[in-house]
């Protein structure tokens, strides 16, 4: 069975010569929520937006499902299975959570009702107040209705930008939990996420990139225990054995900060 996802020796960056992501790899399993992972500035945003077309990629490819989709436009990825949820601006604010979601099924030119029926019994809250405009709608909400629009695509593949941004502790546990209702449906889950501690809760596994390049690709379970995350959040060495933990703590603290 091919990858899901594949990612490989991906160079991209906005202006030409000047890369941000800087010959990134990393390959994500059917039915795995992978999250990636690093300091500010690590190119985590842009590496997952060149994957859904929305940066310029001047090397490496991508590849979904076996199929190269490298040089495919932003706005045919949802029809050949990936879909993207942008960190902001993903709902239309003066529209209802129904119309949101009609709009979503409209542009797919599939029925309305076939589409919306299992998104709504996945988002009972959504489906409680569909009739409610986006834009009166929680943090936590909004980005409900932003994977459940994502997923009247029925995707392969859901790519997610910094989901929990915004949100308080709570409401981010309840957003991340709700993708393992989603890979549960069969599809395949890529989230930035700068919240470590939620990050690793909810992933099979994680990249730590840095600079534009993964640096460490391991389980979720391995990277909670590993002193080199914070090394690379932090830039200074620290031991292994006694100040893991406190290592793992000032990792968590420091990445829930940044944004």
């Not at 996802?5 to 991209?12: F, G, N, R």
């Not at 997952?48 to 040089?71: C, E, F, M, N, W």
């Not at 930008?161 to 309840?174: C, H, I, Q, R, T």
């Amino acid at each position: 069975m091919s990858a899901a996802l594949s990612i490989e020796q991906l160079v991209a960056g906005y202006e030409p010569g000047l890369p941000i992501v800087r010959g990134a790899s990393l390959v994500v399993q059917p039915g795995e929520i992978v999250a990636i992972l690093g300091p500010n500035g690590a190119g985590k945003s842009t590496l997952v937006k060149a994957v859904a077309g929305l940066v310029p990629i001047s090397g490496g490819r991508v590849l979904l499902h076996g199929d190269d989709i490298t040089r495919v436009p932003a706005h045919q990825m949802v029809h050949r299975g990936l879909a993207f949820v942008p960190q902001t601006e993903n709902t239309f604010a003066n529209l209802s959570i129904a119309e949101n979601l009609e709009l979503a099924a409209a542009l797919m030119k599939a029925s309305a009702r076939e589409r919306l029926d299992p998104v709504y019994a996945m988002f009972p809250d959504l489906a409680r107040q569909r009739s409610l405009r986006a834009g009166r709608l929680s943090g936590g909400q909004r980005q409900m209705l932003a994977v459940a629009r994502a997923l009247i695509a029925r995707p392969r593949v859901l790519v997610l930008d910094e989901p929990s941004a915004g949100l308080s502790p709570k409401l981010v546990g309840e957003v991340l939990a709700q993708l393992r209702e989603v890979r549960a449906t069969g599809v395949t889950v890529l989230l930035v996420e700068q919240n470590v501690k939620a990050a690793l809760a909810v992933a099979d596994r994680a990249a730590v990139l840095v600079e534009g390049v993964e640096r460490i690709v391991a389980p979720s379970a391995e990277l909670r225990r590993d002193a080199r995350m914070a090394e690379l959040y932090l830039g200074r060495h620290v031991a292994t054995g006694a100040a893991t933990s406190a290592a793992t703590g000032a990792v968590t603290n420091a990445a829930t900060r940044a944004h």
